[in-house]
């Protein structure tokens, strides 16, 4: 069984730029399609961005279009989000997650991480 640790959370001001990597370990973590999610204070968690399990096709939610984007690096079991341009209301606790045959909902992904607080400053 994967097991995920998020980190390169904190604060950031409005506009800045965050990388936050995720590595795995107790799995063949290239056999993972893997993904990002968030949740908000008082919201539901709500999906960020998913890459296939060799990298070669990526999705992101319509919010974070532009914006983010999911690399990953198989040899160093890790995934990253790369954020740019944030803004404040998305400030939330960012979660990485795995899973055999993933996709854009919660429930596609058995496996996933404690989170990292993002604080973006307005």
């Known amino acids: 069984q994967v097991q995920l640790v998020e980190s390169g959370g904190g604060l950031v001001q409005a506009g800045g730029s965050l990388r936050l990597p995720c590595v795995a370990s107790?799995?063949?973590?290239?056999?993972?399609?893997m993904g990002w999610f968030r949740q908000a204070p008082g919201k539901e968690r709500e999906f960020v961005a998913t890459i296939s399990r060799v990298g070669g096709i990526t999705s992101h939610g319509d919010p974070v279009k532009g914006r983010f984007t999911i690399p990953r690096d198989n040899a160093k079991n890790t995934v990253y989000l790369q954020m740019k341009s944030l803004k404040h209301e998305e400030t939330a606790e960012y979660y990485c997650a795995a899973a055999s045959v993933g996709g854009l909902r919660l429930s596609d992904y058995p496996y996933w991480g404690q989170g990292t607080q993002v604080t973006v400053s307005s």
């Open positions: 107790g799995g063949t973590f290239r056999s993972y399609q």
